[in-house]
Structure formats: C-alpha cells, structure tokens
C-alpha cells in the first residue's frame, strides 16, 4: 500500500491549478495502482493506493513520478493476501 500526504498549502495550490485533474490522471496512468481512495492523513489531503510491487526497484518507477507532479510524503507498506501469509508460514 502507498500513503501520499499532501500539506494543506500546497494541495490548495495543485486544485486550483485548472491543469490538476490532468497531472493527476497521468500520474495514475504511470503507477497504474490496482485501487485509489482520497482522504484524510493527519488533517491534511491524502491518497492510498493499493500498488503491486513485484520488486525493489518498482519502488523508483513509482515514487518519482509522485514526488515531481504532486510534492508529496510517501509510505510505502508492505501487504499480503491470506494465500501468501499462508504460503509465508509453511516455510517456518
């Protein structure tokens, strides 16, 4: 899962950017998440995206497109399915 935090200024200044809705869409073209969701982080704007990470350097191929259009704080957290903590736990 990915958590972008917008800082209040600069998220007012990106909406009133008549340009914004397109920045956006291109940027979720590049990093094609499997799902978005819009709310709050910490009182501020925020977005969590539900990305797949098949490995380590996915992690550049979507967190810098990110970081130039919209200045954001990005948390990448690592998720699994139940198959795959399953999978993980027969390993033991």
Request: charged share 25%; hydrophobic share 40%.
């Amino acid at each position: 899962m990915l958590r972008l935090h917008m800082p209040t200024e600069h998220g007012n200044k990106m909406l009133q950017d008549p340009n914004f809705p397109k920045k956006l869409e291109s940027v979720l073209n590049q990093v094609k998440p499997e799902a978005v969701y819009f709310g709050p982080i910490e009182g501020e704007r925020g977005i969590y995206m539900i990305v797949n990470l098949p490995s380590p350097d996915m992690i550049a191929r979507i967190a810098e497109p990110l970081w130039m259009t919209l200045n954001c704080k990005l948390d990448f957290t690592p998720l699994m399915e139940l198959s795959d903590l399953q999978k993980g736990l027969q390993k033991q």
